[in-house]
Protein backbone atom coordinates (compact mmCIF):
# COMPACT_ATOMS: atom_id res chain seq x y z
CA UNK A 1 0.00 0.00 0.00
CA UNK A 2 1.46 3.41 -1.20
CA UNK A 3 1.30 6.17 1.44
CA UNK A 4 2.22 9.37 1.31
CA UNK A 5 2.51 11.55 4.66
CA UNK A 6 3.26 15.17 4.66
CA UNK A 7 4.12 17.06 8.27
CA UNK A 8 5.99 20.44 8.86
CA UNK A 9 3.14 22.50 9.06
CA UNK A 10 1.71 24.67 10.93
CA UNK A 11 1.54 28.80 12.22
CA UNK A 12 4.72 31.16 11.21
CA UNK A 13 5.16 34.75 10.83
CA UNK A 14 5.67 36.67 7.50
CA UNK A 15 9.46 36.11 6.57
CA UNK A 16 9.64 32.74 8.58
CA UNK A 17 10.63 29.61 7.85
CA UNK A 18 9.54 26.14 7.61
CA UNK A 19 10.35 22.78 6.49
CA UNK A 20 8.24 20.42 5.43
CA UNK A 21 8.46 16.75 5.14
CA UNK A 22 6.89 13.35 3.13
CA UNK A 23 7.64 10.23 3.86
CA UNK A 24 7.15 7.82 1.56
CA UNK A 25 6.01 4.25 1.93
CA UNK A 26 5.63 1.83 -0.67
CA UNK A 27 7.24 3.18 -3.20
CA UNK A 28 10.84 4.57 -3.89
CA UNK A 29 10.51 8.05 -4.28
CA UNK A 30 13.75 8.09 -6.50
CA UNK A 31 12.29 7.03 -9.28
CA UNK A 32 9.26 9.16 -8.96
CA UNK A 33 8.68 12.50 -10.38
CA UNK A 34 8.43 13.66 -6.66
CA UNK A 35 5.92 17.29 -6.11
CA UNK A 36 4.41 19.50 -3.87
CA UNK A 37 1.58 21.59 -4.86
CA UNK A 38 -0.70 23.37 -2.70
CA UNK A 39 -4.21 25.15 -2.35
CA UNK A 40 -4.95 28.13 -0.91
CA UNK A 41 -8.73 28.51 0.30
CA UNK A 42 -11.18 29.20 -2.51
CA UNK A 43 -8.07 28.67 -4.80
CA UNK A 44 -6.91 25.38 -7.23
CA UNK A 45 -4.35 23.53 -6.60
CA UNK A 46 -0.94 24.84 -8.02
CA UNK A 47 2.52 23.29 -8.84
CA UNK A 48 5.02 24.60 -5.95
CA UNK A 49 8.24 22.54 -6.73
CA UNK A 50 8.61 19.52 -9.21
CA UNK A 51 11.75 16.88 -8.57
CA UNK A 52 12.17 14.87 -11.89
CA UNK A 53 14.05 11.60 -12.25
CA UNK A 54 16.72 13.73 -14.70
CA UNK A 55 17.65 15.36 -11.30
CA UNK A 56 16.11 18.57 -12.38
CA UNK A 57 13.79 20.92 -10.04
CA UNK A 58 11.74 23.32 -11.07
CA UNK A 59 10.22 25.71 -8.88
CA UNK A 60 6.77 28.06 -9.40
CA UNK A 61 7.78 31.59 -9.90
CA UNK A 62 6.19 33.03 -6.93
CA UNK A 63 8.46 30.49 -5.04
CA UNK A 64 11.94 30.45 -6.67
CA UNK A 65 14.42 31.49 -4.64
CA UNK A 66 12.32 31.36 -1.53
CA UNK A 67 11.71 27.56 -1.40
CA UNK A 68 13.73 24.80 -1.70
CA UNK A 69 13.04 21.09 -2.58
CA UNK A 70 15.49 18.25 -1.43
CA UNK A 71 15.75 14.60 -0.56
CA UNK A 72 16.72 11.92 1.49
CA UNK A 73 16.57 8.86 -0.67
CA UNK A 74 17.80 6.63 2.18
CA UNK A 75 14.57 7.47 4.34
CA UNK A 76 12.16 8.06 1.43
CA UNK A 77 11.61 11.45 2.65
CA UNK A 78 11.17 14.11 0.39
CA UNK A 79 11.86 18.12 1.57
CA UNK A 80 10.54 21.53 1.14
CA UNK A 81 11.95 24.12 2.78
CA UNK A 82 10.40 27.20 3.17
CA UNK A 83 11.96 30.58 3.58
CA UNK A 84 10.84 34.19 3.74
CA UNK A 85 7.64 33.37 3.80
CA UNK A 86 4.51 35.25 3.18
CA UNK A 87 0.92 35.47 3.47
CA UNK A 88 0.35 34.73 0.23
CA UNK A 89 2.13 31.71 0.70
CA UNK A 90 -0.42 30.38 3.24
CA UNK A 91 -2.33 26.88 1.96
CA UNK A 92 -2.11 23.32 2.48
CA UNK A 93 0.51 21.71 1.12
CA UNK A 94 0.54 18.33 -0.72
CA UNK A 95 3.24 15.92 -1.29
CA UNK A 96 3.04 14.07 -4.90
CA UNK A 97 4.88 11.21 -6.67
CA UNK A 98 4.15 10.69 -9.70
CA UNK A 99 5.13 8.02 -12.84
CA UNK A 100 3.17 7.12 -15.67
CA UNK A 101 -0.17 6.32 -14.54
CA UNK A 102 1.01 6.00 -10.82
CA UNK A 103 0.05 8.94 -9.44
CA UNK A 104 -0.24 9.47 -5.49
CA UNK A 105 -1.29 12.35 -3.35
CA UNK A 106 -0.74 12.69 0.47
CA UNK A 107 -3.61 14.29 2.48
CA UNK A 108 -1.74 17.76 3.07
CA UNK A 109 -0.32 19.59 5.75
CA UNK A 110 -1.82 23.24 6.34
CA UNK A 111 0.78 26.26 6.39
CA UNK A 112 -0.95 29.43 7.97
CA UNK A 113 1.57 32.41 7.72
CA UNK A 114 0.02 35.33 9.71
CA UNK A 115 1.45 38.15 12.62
Known amino acids: QVQLVESGGGLVQPGGSLRLSCKAS????????MGWYRQAPGKQRELVAR???????NYAHSVKGRFTMSRDNAQNIEYLQMNSLMPDDTAVYYC?????????WGKGTLVTVSS
Open 96 to 104: NALRGLEDY
Open 26 to 33: GIRISVFV
Open 51 to 57: FGTDGET
